[in-house]
């Protein structure tokens, strides 16, 4: 499956971010997806996942209560809106599938889309 990230930009802290990530290639729905992100000289880090249908989902502590990750199969499409953005939510952003639920890990990430950044200014 091929994935593509986009939403990213500058922001005021405070603010709101949606970023999606378009699907194609194999079937969409088959996989479990999350987004997870990373910043300059350190390790990409999961932010949340959500399992095949939708119904689950698993969120890093820190974000659990300002980011809602969701899919809509049908559109092969996943989605991260963020709110309340903060300074330390500045990082390159990267949706990711994989075979397993939650996919927190990234030795569990099957497919990576490219990094859509995020930049949120104090």
């Known amino acids: 499956v091929q994935l593509q990230a986009s939403g990213g930009g500058l922001v005021q802290a405070g603010g709101s971010l949606r970023l999606s990530c378009a699907a194609s290639?194999?079937?969409?729905?088959?996989?479990?997806m999350a987004w997870f992100r990373q910043t300059p000289g350190k390790e990409r880090e999961f932010v949340a996942g959500?399992?095949?249908?939708?119904?689950?989902?698993y969120y890093r502590e820190s974000v659990k209560d300002r980011f809602t990750i969701s899919r809509d199969n049908a559109k092969n499409m996943l989605y991260l809106q963020i709110n309340s953005l903060k300074p330390e939510d500045t990082a390159a952003y990267y949706c990711?599938?994989?075979?397993?639920?939650?996919?927190?890990?990234?030795?569990?990430?099957?497919?990576w889309g490219q990094g859509t950044l995020v930049t949120v200014s104090s």
């Open positions: 990711a599938a994989g075979s397993s639920h939650p996919v927190m890990f990234t030795t569990l990430v099957r497919y």
């Open positions: 290639g194999h079937s969409f729905s088959g996989y479990s």
């Open positions: 959500v399992s095949w249908g939708g119904s689950n989902t």
